[in-house]
């Protein structure tokens, strides 16, 4: 039972990470339609810039955080500007090409700087309490715990602030949006901002959890938090929050039941059953289809 | 103009005939070497990337989804082909029993195809990637957790068996079936399938067949491609049939344009070499190459071709036909 317990905390964690990830798949998806694949590349460019802050640069935790998610934001809104806008028009597809060339190129310019994995050091000093045979790493608290509030902080953005607003309202209609003053422009680079920074945040959890980080590490943790995004309803911010919770403990739990390289295999065959029986998510409306 | 020279120009015996010369000269490389081997392997891998873009245009670029585990099919299509030469058949026949493997291999991953195809039925778009996303997952999953063929490790010991002439045929073979089944009544209820499914539903087109079809097709060619592979480069393992390589898959379609077949031809090519070509580079090829396929999409979203084809691709009653709406729609000016 203690096992158990102990196994939900781990879930919740990384949980936590693709939840934080999901976000920025769902946010940009909700307002253009659109799979940014590069996001989970921005992931991983945030852990590498957790470890330039803290390694080379000596920074204690809070400002690491702050200048990741600031930097990535940076480049997220960079990547926007440059590649994705003038696709705006274009068909979709062009548009997700675009985004898996980007990821590509941030994974390989990542590889060609440096081609050795780093270690993130310990910036954290963990202690560990048991509590009935649990035993809790301050770390994991504080990792969840991060995570959660800044899922609460979105939520409240998105939900009670004008730019929450405006971002509702345009990927409600995206044409009658400017039409009533909407800047559509600056409210799509916000929602990129968002979105990617809470992928650098993401970033330096995952560096504090699992401290060694490499360039193709976004790759899987990528394409999974986005499976955690469709599985909750792509779109939704609370779907995207509850699929990567989902998705974080399946795979810790399977683990408990099955061998450990029967993860994906288990963990893969049971979204597609949850996707056959909730084909448009777990919080997603079915999307009537005009004739 | 430019249809109506090729009309002239065209017989029914020319095709066959340039591809019976290229067949005999491809023969003759591999007899008597007249390519260094470094080219000749790279021929190679252009005709596996030609099936495998083909095949994955037909139903990402003429049907409109958006499959993204190819490499699963490929890897079922490469275990199976390499299991049989290892494993079943008699060595000794090797020459013989290829052919064989390959298609058994093909024909493993088409009833693979059949089972990805059904979700399909209920969902589109973003959730069909899905499907097919975590099929290429389990698919790699699968063959990581079966020791017999080698998990994790890998699986060896298959001859060197791909050879160009071989892959010459197969690479003819696919893109003729895959070009006629696109200019068919199958191929036009395809080609409604991505305009407006409701709508060809409607005009009575049986978009389940159409689907399953499709997806057999493409998963049986993709199958053909990986047992290919498996025999050029003898070793195989999961991780080479991972999403990366699915990426690729997708990179070489788009580029070349969707909807055509000579820009997956072009596609293919252009991307293989130009990786070759770019090899001094080191590591920095992998950027540049990704920022070509941005700058590409940015200045030419629809890929090289576009939906544009070879005129000589195109079988000649579409092309008159094509030629009589022109000229009528020039009278009615």
Not at chain 1, 125 to 131: E, K, Q
Not at chain 1, 198 to 207: H, Q
Not at chain 1, 208 to 236: C, E, H, Q, R, T
Not at chain 2, 114 to 127: E, H, I, M, N
């Amino acid at each position: 039972m203690t096992y158990l317990f102990q196994q939900i905390l781990n879930g919740l964690q990384l949980g936590s990470i693709y939840a934080l990830i999901a976000l920025g798949y769902t946010m940009v998806y909700g307002i253009l339609t659109m799979i940014n694949f590069a996001h989970g590349d921005l992931f991983m460019v945030g852990a590498f810039l957790c470890f330039i802050l803290a390694a080379l640069l000596g920074l204690s935790f809070i400002p690491t955080l702050l200048l990741t998610m600031f930097g990535v934001a940076c480049v997220g809104v960079l990547i926007e500007r440059a590649a994705y806008k003038p696709l705006r028009q274009a068909p979709r597809v062009s548009a997700i090409i675009t985004a898996l060339g980007v990821g590509l190129f941030l994974e390989n310019f990542t590889l060609a700087l440096s081609p050795y994995p780093k270690q993130i050091p310990q910036f954290l000093t963990s202690v560990t309490w048991t509590i009935g045979g649990v035993s809790f790493s301050t770390l994991q608290v504080f990792i969840i715990g991060l995570s959660v509030l800044l899922m609460i902080i979105l939520d409240v953005v998105v939900r009670r602030t004008m730019i929450g607003m405006a971002m509702r309202a345009i990927s409600w209609d995206k044409f009658v949006a400017p039409l009533v003053g909407v800047p559509v422009d600056f409210v799509i680079s916000v929602t990129f901002a968002i979105g990617t920074s809470l992928g650098g945040a993401a970033g330096v959890l995952y560096g504090l959890a699992y401290p060694v980080i490499d360039p193709y590490m976004g790759i899987m943790v990528g394409w999974k938090a986005f499976i955690s995004a469709v599985v909750g309803g792509i779109g939704n911010v609370r779907g995207a929050m509850i699929g990567g919770y989902i998705l974080g403990m399946l795979e810790i739990l399977v683990v408990v039941v099955f061998p450990s390289t029967y993860r994906d295999l288990v963990t893969f065959t049971l979204l597609l059953v949850l996707l056959i029986f909730r084909p448009y998510g777990i919080l997603g409306n079915p999307v009537p289809q005009k004739v | 103009m430019f249809c109506i020279n090729t009309l002239m120009v065209r017989n029914r015996w020319l095709a066959p005939c340039v591809l019976g010369l290229l067949f005999l000269f491809s023969i003759a490389v591999q007899r008597f070497e007249l390519l260094d081997p470094y080219v000749q392997l790279i021929l190679i891998y252009v005709g596996i990337n030609i099936i495998l873009t083909a095949s994955l245009n037909l139903v990402n670029g003429y049907m409109g989804e958006f499959s993204v585990g190819h490499a699963g099919f490929m890897a079922v299509g490469a275990y199976t082909a390499s299991l049989m030469t290892v494993r079943l058949l008699p060595p000794q026949m090797a020459g013989l029993s290829f052919p064989i493997a390959v298609i058994c291999g093909g024909f493993v991953a088409a009833v693979v195809g059949l089972v990805v195809a059904f979700p399909s039925f209920k969902t589109r778009g973003d959730y069909l990637a899905i499907v097919t996303l975590s099929f290429g997952m389990i698919v790699k999953s699968v063959i990581e957790n079966i020791n017999a063929i080698g998990g994790p490790r890998g699986f060896l010991g298959m001859e060197k068996l791909t050879t160009l002439p071989w892959v010459f045929v197969w690479t003819v073979l696919s893109v003729w079936v895959i070009r006629n089944l696109v200019y068919s009544k199958f191929g036009r209820g395809v080609l409604s399938i991505r305009e407006d499914e409701i709508a060809s539903n409607l005009m009575g087109v049986d978009t389940r067949h159409v689907k399953v079809l499709a997806f057999v097709v493409s998963s049986f060619f993709a199958g053909v491609a990986g047992a290919l592979y498996a025999h050029v480069l003898q070793f195989i393992t999961p991780r080479a049939f991972d999403i990366i390589k699915s990426t690729d898959i997708l990179i070489m379609v788009y580029l070349g344009g969707i909807g055509s077949l000579a820009g997956s031809i072009i596609g293919a090519t252009v991307y293989t070499v130009l990786l070759e070509v770019l090899r001094p580079m080191g590591v920095w090829r992998m950027v540049f190459m990704p920022l070509v396929l941005v700058l590409l999409m940015l200045y030419r979203p629809k890929g090289i071709m576009g939906l544009k084809e070879f005129p000589w691709f195109v079988p000649i009653r579409d092309l008159l036909a094509v030629r009589s709406w022109r000229e009528k729609k020039q009278a009615t000016r």
